[in-house]
Each structure stands twice: as structure tokens, then as C-alpha cells.
């Protein structure tokens, strides 16, 4: 959280002044914000909502500021990180659905997720579904094609 927010007031303080400077740093803070979000939730809904929150900024950041084809970069970033992510929402209903097997009540508090005995099985595919969500947005190679353009 610490590093989030001192890379924010250095991206901050980089800008320059061409214009839009007040929109862009509207997007920079609702962009830390998320950041905060994702990295303080305990709770897996609460954490995806804020995962899913961060595209907004993200995606007004490369439509508004980026280069000539900007608007191409911004439409593929959409489509990739929303295909990622639900990839990501199946895996936590799925750990969701395996706390309820195991206590009787749909949990998706990560304290809770940690007392579950996952099979090897089921942890290879979860592992796999948030390795790809995670690796999109991220972008890890070979689904960081969105990146050039962005």
C-alpha cells in the first residue's frame, strides 16, 4: 500500500501541463484508490470489484492520453483484461462454492479460504485461472500483446 501510494505521487509529480493535466490527475488518485482497494480487501468480492474498478481509469488514462491509436490500444485493453478477469471470477465462486461443501455457508473471506484443503487437482486449475487473469492485466508474456499498444 506504501509502494502504491509513493508511486502515485511520483507519477503525479511527473506530469506535465498540457492541458488536461486536472483529468489526468482526477484518473491518477480514482486509479490509487482501486489500487488501496485491492490491496487492503480481505474479503474476494470486495477485492474483484476493486480489481474491476481500476479498468475505468485505466481505460479513460490510454483512450484520453494515449498515442494515435489510442482508441484500438484502449478497446484491446478492455477485451483482454475482461476476458482475464472472468477467468478470475469463476476461480473465487468456484473456492466459494468449496467453502460452502466444506462449512455450509458460501464464504469469501480470505481468512476463512485459508483453513479449506483444496486437492492438488483443483489447486493446479485455480492456480492456472488467476495465473491468467493476473497475467493479462499485469502483462506477463504471451498475454501482454494489449501493452504495445497502450
Given at each position: 500500500?506504501?509502494?502504491?501510494?509513493?508511486?502515485?505521487?511520483?507519477?503525479?509529480?511527473?506530469?506535465?501541463?498540457?492541458?488536461?493535466l486536472k483529468h489526468l490527475v482526477i484518473s491518477v488518485l480514482f486509479l490509487e484508490s482501486t489500487m488501496m482497494g485491492v490491496f487492503s480487501a480481505l474479503d474476494m468480492i470486495l477485492f474483484?470489484?476493486?480489481?474491476?474498478?481500476?479498468?475505468?481509469?485505466?481505460?479513460?488514462?490510454?483512450?484520453?492520453?494515449?498515442?494515435?491509436?489510442?482508441?484500438?490500444a484502449?478497446?484491446?485493453?478492455?477485451?483482454?483484461?475482461?476476458?482475464?478477469?472472468?477467468?478470475m471470477l469463476v476461480a473465487i465462486i468456484f473456492i466459494g462454492y468449496l467453502c460452502y461443501q466444506k462449512s455450509g455457508v458460501f464464504s469469501f473471506n480470505l481468512l476463512d479460504w485459508y483453513k479449506l484443503g483444496i486437492g492438488e487437482n483443483a489447486q493446479i486449475w485455480l492456480f492456472l485461472a488467476f495465473f491468467f487473469a493476473f497475467?493479462?492485466?499485469?502483462?506477463?508474456f504471451p498475454f501482454h500483446t494489449w501493452l504495445p499498444y497502450a
Open positions: 500500500i506504501v509502494l502504491s501510494a509513493f508511486m502515485s505521487f511520483i507519477s503525479i509529480a511527473a506530469l506535465s501541463d498540457d492541458g488536461n474483484y470489484s476493486f480489481w474491476e474498478l481500476s479498468l475505468i481509469p485505466l481505460l479513460y488514462i490510454i483512450g484520453a492520453f494515449g498515442s494515435k491509436n489510442r482508441i484500438y484502449a478497446i484491446k485493453f478492455f477485451i483482454y483484461t475482461f476476458l482475464g478477469s472472468i477467468f497475467g493479462v492485466k499485469t502483462p506477463l
